[in-house]
């Protein structure tokens, strides 16, 4: 049973930076692609970033484009967001997810079988 643990969030102050893990385990499998989504309080699960283990390819949400860096470690199997000049508006609960898809409309949450369980980012201002 493969497993999707993320890490890394805690409170930070506006204009500050966090890394966030995500760590598959409990199994072997092949994602074509990791992404990250985000729940704020109040509202819908939104994409933020996407990296591709296939290809180059890396897509952002235009809200944190700038500002977010998705990227991923093929020896470690860990996908990384580093994200800087955080916002108030960032705060959320950041879920790493990932699909064996190949094709499919990255951020539509109901292309992905496998999620974490969240960690939650507070940004104060």
């Known amino acids: 049973q493969v497993q999707l643990v993320e890490s890394g969030g805690q409170l930070v102050q506006s204009g500050g930076s966090l890394r966030l893990s995500c760590a598959a385990s409990?199994?072997?499998?092949?994602?074509?692609?990791t992404s990250w989504f985000r729940q704020g309080p109040g509202k819908e699960r939104e994409f933020v970033a996407a990296?591709?283990?296939?290809?180059?390819?890396?897509k952002y949400a235009d809200s944190v484009k700038g500002r977010f860096t998705v990227s991923r470690d093929n020896a470690k199997n860990l996908v990384y967001l580093q994200m800087n000049s955080l916002k108030p508006d960032d705060t959320a609960i950041y879920y790493c997810?990932?699909?064996?898809?190949?094709?499919?409309?990255?951020?539509?949450?109901?292309?992905?079988?496998?999620w974490g369980q969240g960690t939650q980012v507070t940004v104060s201002s």
């Open positions: 990296v591709s283990w296939r290809t180059v390819g890396l």
């Open positions: 409990g199994g072997s499998f092949s994602p074509t692609w």
């Open positions: 997810a990932a699909t064996t898809r190949t094709t499919l409309q990255l951020s539509d949450r109901t292309n992905y079988a496998y």
